[in-house]
Structures are given as structure tokens and as C-alpha cells.
């Protein structure tokens, strides 16, 4: 059996409970926009792609060495779970879109959460890992989402044959924000985030001139 701490644990199920709900979306996404989107071409799909992708390759550096430049976890945390609750709403989205417009704002936003959220939970994955089983516990989140991936796969095609793209989406924004209560668990593991100085802790992020080096 093995043991792993309770902050390595829950981000582990955080990452299997989000990806198994985009695991709900993407098989069926192109087919989607061609198929519910006015004017959906596999052009469409393609800038969606597009902006998705680029948007979060040129946010989750600079966010990176930003999280880098603060002591402690309490931005690192507040970002993943910002980043993973913007994310995550936007499944839901999906369902009332009609315009290619509303595709391309929607992956804007999935880009933008993505790299927040990725930023912090690498960083506080990273550090609480046991050092003697690095290897393991990394191997286990992957195996682990990887599978709720690929069944998730599997499930979202007979989803959108038996009730439509709908039910698909809103189940898969509703394992986006179960996600979000597994990383809402560890709130009392990181320190300093919900106390009275939150709103203090919120703006020392972005004030440069209150940065410490770790």
C-alpha cells in the first residue's frame, strides 16, 4: 500500500476529478462546433485550438517565475484554485454557445485558467512530494488521470448519442468543480491563506515592491 501525505493526495484527485471531466469534451469538441456552432468549420475548431494552446504557452511561464518570487504557498494555492474554478466553468459555457465568437472567448478563458492553475498545482505538488518516491507519486497522478481520461473518452461518446452534447458538458463542468472542493479541503494545509489578512494577501501578489525571494 502506498502512503502518500494528504496534500500530495487530494491534488492527485483534483487533477483525475478535472481532467476526467475534459475528458468529456474533448473527443467530441470538433464535432461539436461543426455540428451546434452557426458557421462552424473545422476553421473554427482550429483557431479555438489555437488561441486555447498559445494563450496558456505564453501565461504559464511568466505566471511561473511570478508565484517563484513569493514565500510560501498561499499564492501558489490561490491561483490553482482561481485558475481551476475559471476552468472549470467553462463546460457550462459550451451548452449556450451559438456563434464562433462565443468558442473563441470561452477557450480565452480555458487558456487563462489553465495556466494559473497549472502554475500552482505543479509548485505545491513539487514541494510536498515524498523526495523518496518523486518517481511513484508523479507516475501515479499520470497513470491515474490517464485513465480517467481515456474512459472519460469512451463515456462522452455514448453521452452525446443517447442524451446530446449537453448532458456531456454539464457533467464535465460538474467534475471540474468537484476539483475544486478537493483543493478547497487543503485549505487549512496551506498557510495563511483564509485568515484576516486575505484580502491583504490577495494584493501583496501583484505589488512588486512587497516581493521576497525565496
Do not use: C
Amino acid at each position: 500500500m502506498i502512503k502518500i501525505n494528504r496534500i500530495v493526495k487530494y491534488l492527485i484527485l483534483a487533477d483525475i476529478a478535472f481532467w476526467t471531466g475534459w475528458g468529456l469534451v474533448t473527443p467530441v469538441f470538433a464535432i461539436f462546433v461543426v455540428d451546434r456552432i452557426q458557421g462552424g468549420t473545422a476553421l473554427t475548431v482550429g483557431i479555438a485550438t489555437a488561441i486555447y494552446w498559445v494563450l496558456r504557452s505564453l501565461l504559464v511561464f511568466p505566471i511561473g517565475v511570478m508565484l517563484d518570487d513569493y514565500k510560501g504557498e498561499r499564492d501558489d494555492y490561490l491561483f490553482l484554485v482561481a485558475g481551476s474554478f475559471i476552468a472549470s466553468l467553462v463546460p457550462f459555457g459550451f451548452i449556450f454557445a451559438h456563434y464562433a465568437w462565443h468558442i473563441y472567448v470561452l477557450q480565452f478563458f480555458y487558456g487563462l485558467g489553465l495556466a494559473m492553475s497549472l502554475a500552482g498545482w505543479r509548485s505545491i505538488f513539487t514541494r510536498n512530494i515524498d523526495s523518496t518516491r518523486a518517481a511513484t507519486e508523479w507516475s501515479l497522478d499520470d497513470a491515474s488521470l490517464s485513465m480517467g481520461t481515456g474512459l472519460a473518452g469512451l463515456v462522452s461518446g455514448i453521452l452525446v448519442t443517447k442524451l446530446g452534447y449537453d448532458a456531456s458538458f454539464a457533467i464535465a463542468g460538474s467534475l471540474g468543480l468537484l476539483s475544486v472542493v478537493f483543493l478547497l479541503v487543503l485549505r487549512k494545509e496551506i498557510s495563511g491563506v483564509f485568515n484576516r489578512r486575505f484580502h491583504k494577501n490577495v494584493r501583496e501578489i501583484f505589488d512588486i515592491e512587497n516581493k521576497v525571494k525565496r
